[in-house]
């Protein structure tokens, strides 16, 4: 029965997925603000429309995963406040990302966009959107809450490249940047937090942080950011490290006063995000072979690039979780 459960899990969230990459795509088409920042920033920077799309499937996913434990479907209303929030974060990124960087200026567009004369595209579009969503979201001081602690995670995360930071910084940098945007996301939903929620969300987001740490290792090691992959470049210790922070996330899922069978199904979603984790570290046991850790200088950059949208490695995944259900 479990193994039917699953089955049917995977094939919605397929599903929902296709029908995601649809609605994202509509939206850049369909928002003349977006559509037209898109058209004309894609002259200096490729990929745009390929970070809204790849910020709005996890941010979809993330959410009807959060209205699943509520029993009811995502609205139209909640789908479009996710979207925009989705588009509005590629602008929010590439604000960090400027050497000429204002932080006060950043805290501005956030809090007071009214006050704000737009001096770059970028600003105009971060504008109008985060105008538009803050009108529509059911909290707005929650919101703004979340928004501006993902702010100071995102600000704290540019000390990643200092070789000086410590570890115990590092932790905490690597689940507070997750699961701020989590939260963020969480809050564009019309029902409230129920006990618990908030730290399960936070075990759950610090755990697909570390797996995307650990898929960017190898361009993280060369780029000069640390994270927990980069200062434990063992396929072991990133397995063990893996492992215990997904019962962590479980038994804190499990706190809440959610029907079982409802957290049964939500588990069958989770494990296979997880198993993306490990199939990658399948990957890296190959490339380490019997030395002691990842030689990360010498190892060529294709060995280590675990191409999750490869047919081969999908089937991993759904191998990993029949394998590994989690309880």
């Known amino acids: 029965m479990k193994r039917l459960l699953f089955t049917k899990t995977l094939i919605k969230a397929v599903r929902n ?171 564009l939903l019309d029902h409230q937090l129920m006990q618990g929620e908030e730290m399960a969300i936070y075990y759950q987001s610090g755990t697909f942080q570390l797996i995307d740490d650990i898929f960017d290792v190898y361009d993280d090691f060369h780029q000069g950011t640390n994270t927990i992959a980069t200062r434990n470049p063992t396929s072991k210790y990133l397995r063990s490290r893996l492992s215990k922070e997904i019962k962590k996330s479980v038994h804190a899922f499990k706190s809440l006063s959610v029907n079982s069978e409802i957290i049964k199904t939500y588990f069958d979603l989770m494990g296979f995000a997880f198993s993306m984790g490990f199939v990658c570290l399948d990957q890296y046991d190959v490339v380490q072979g019997r030395s002691k850790e990842l030689n990360l200088k010498n190892y060529p950059r294709k060995k280590m690039i675990c191409d999750m949208s490869s047919v081969s490695n999908q089937i991993r995944t759904i191998i990993q979780s029949y394998r590994h259900q989690i309880h």
């Open 17 to 187: 997925q296709i029908r995601y990459r649809k609605i994202t795509r509509s939206l850049v088409l369909e928002y003349p603000p977006l559509r037209r920042w898109v058209s004309e920033s894609s002259k200096s920077r490729k990929g745009l429309a390929d970070r809204i799309q790849n910020y709005a499937l996890l941010a979809l996913y993330i959410g009807n995963n959060f209205c699943l434990l509520r029993n009811t479907p995502m609205t139209p209303a909640e789908e479009k406040r996710i979207l925009y929030f989705s588009a509005s974060l590629p602008v929010f990124d590439d604000f960090f990302d400027l050497e000429s960087r204002d932080f006060s200026r950043i805290l501005r567009l956030m809090n007071h966009p009214e006050t704000i004369i737009p001096e770059t595209p970028d600003e105009s579009l971060f504008i109008q959107l985060i105008t538009e969503l803050i009108q529509s979201v059911p909290d707005p001081t929650l919101f703004r809450s979340w928004f501006l602690k993902l702010f100071e995670a995102k600000r704290e995360s540019q000390f990643q490249s200092s070789e000086s930071i410590s570890d115990a910084d590092i932790e905490r940098i690597t689940w507070e940047k997750s699961a701020f945007s989590a939260l963020c996301v969480r809050a």
